[in-house]
């Protein structure tokens, strides 16, 4: 079993970051259109970057959730996995940020890349556990939960930082 999780959470952290990159360009290649903003980023925010860990991380749970005959503990796990992973992904954004002073393209990358392996990392060590399948429904609920403040904030942005654009100094869409 630890076996094949380990391989899961190989092949996943792939999938993600693949998916996760082209899914950096698909609101452009919309043509801007505010229903694919939904899902995808609208702008060069930190927040609207979480997206890129959101989607794929999602897809490929349901992928997992299906091939692991609906292990009951995979969404607390991956749930608790995408929490840690997008605080990894903003923890290193602001901290490199904050000592070096700048935005530096190739450390962005690199804090996406970071967000993903902790992630899951996090959710390896607690669905191997295979004791919080009593927490099926509250890892959905969290999922969901992101998912609609993503597409809230993608239209009402609160004014502060974390969903600025840095490159034009606006908020959502």
Request: aromatic share 22%; proline share 4%.
């Amino acid at each position: 079993m630890k076996n094949k999780l380990f391989r899961q959470c190989i092949f996943g952290f792939i999938f993600t970051g693949i998916l996760g990159s082209l899914f950096h360009f698909v609101y452009g290649w919309s043509g801007c259109n505010s229903f694919v903003g939904l899902f995808f980023p609208v702008n060069e925010s930190t927040w609207e970057h979480l997206k890129l860990l959101y989607l794929p991380y999602l897809i490929w749970s349901v992928i997992e959730y299906k091939a692991t005959n609906k292990n009951k503990s995979l969404w607390f796990g991956k749930a608790i996995g995408l929490l840690v992973g997008m605080l990894a992904i903003i923890s290193f954004f602001y901290s490199y940020n904050g000592i070096i002073g700048r935005n530096i393209p190739f450390l962005n990358i690199l804090s996406f890349f970071i967000g993903i392996a902790a992630a899951f990392a996090v959710d390896f060590f607690i669905i191997k556990s295979n004791i919080f399948e009593k927490f099926e429904k509250v890892g959905i609920t969290i999922f969901s939960v992101i998912g609609a403040a993503f597409i809230l904030f993608s239209f009402m942005p609160p004014l502060i930082p974390l969903f600025k654009d840095p490159v034009t100094f606006s908020y959502g869409i």
